[in-house]
């Protein structure tokens, strides 16, 4: 048996972390880590080393490097912060309400969303054009096995309070991109679906290319806490950035 600490804080980092309106970005030092520059449009696109990685092999697969642009990666604090006044200046207050996040409630600021465009001369920067035919339409029917998804959906607009947006693509990791693909649900439906699995008690669990693979919430009750997980296991935690862990284990 092999033991892990688990501490509260640590429920603000990982991939499958919810970063909206009410839950908001805690430590944003920690997202400045291990950042993998990745070229792109404007040249500067940063994303989370893993993040950044699993993308250029979705587009290495679909042969897309030439056809899409990395429009805005991760995003500092203080640049979301000028994204959103410049917008406000540029597009009106209810615009900017509407396509840009606030500062501190942006998945930007993660290193693990990325917002995609198909290669143009003029490149709408808060909203480029990503439409669902195309090289585009080929990324979007790719990204769930790559651990992405479309983030801001048409018929999600209010479980997201975020209007539709075509190009942003979130980074949640395997399996969860596919899980959340299969029962058609977004961040904010997957972090309470998750819940009911209580580890411990019960887990979603199904089999994968011979692999068992199970994934469970940890809820927080103390500032930290000891996890007993058999050595043949491999796993990953991330925090839900609400109340607790979530646990994906394969064996
Ligand atoms: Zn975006």
């Known amino acids: 048996m092999s033991v892990i600490t688990l501490h509260k804080e640590d429920i603000h980092k990982g991939y499958q972390m919810l970063v909206n309106k009410q839950h908001s ?107 669902y035919s195309g090289i585009a339409q080929i990324l979007r029917e790719n990204a769930v096995r790559y651990g992405f998804l479309e983030r801001y959906q048409k018929h999600k607009e209010a479980v997201t309070g975020i209007s539709h947006e075509p190009w942003h693509f979130r980074y949640v990791g395997y399996p969860h991109a596919s899980i959340m693909h299969h029962h058609d649900l977004c961040l904010e439906e997957y972090i309470p679906f998750i819940k009911d699995y209580k580890f411990g008690e019960k887990h979603y669990g199904f089999s994968l290319d011979n692999k068992k693979v199970e994934v469970s919430y940890i809820q927080t009750e103390a500032d930290s806490m000891n996890l007993d997980l058999s050595d043949t296991l491999c796993y990953q935690i991330s925090g839900n950035n609400v109340d607790g862990f979530i646990l994906t284990t394969w064996r």
């Open 25 to 131: 970005i805690k430590d944003n030092q920690y997202f400045t880590r291990q950042l993998l520059p990745m070229g792109g449009k404007f040249n500067k696109t940063l994303l989370k080393k893993n993040t950044g990685n699993l993308l250029n092999q979705l587009l290495d697969t679909i042969a897309a490097k030439e056809k899409i642009a990395l429009v805005s990666g991760y995003r500092s604090q203080q640049e979301q912060e000028e994204i959103y006044k410049s917008s406000i200046v540029e597009n009106g207050q209810l615009f900017t309400e509407k396509y840009v996040a606030l500062p501190n409630c942006s998945e930007h600021q993660t290193g693990m969303a990325i917002d995609l465009g198909e290669r143009a001369d003029n490149i709408d920067f808060i909203r480029p054009h990503f439409p």
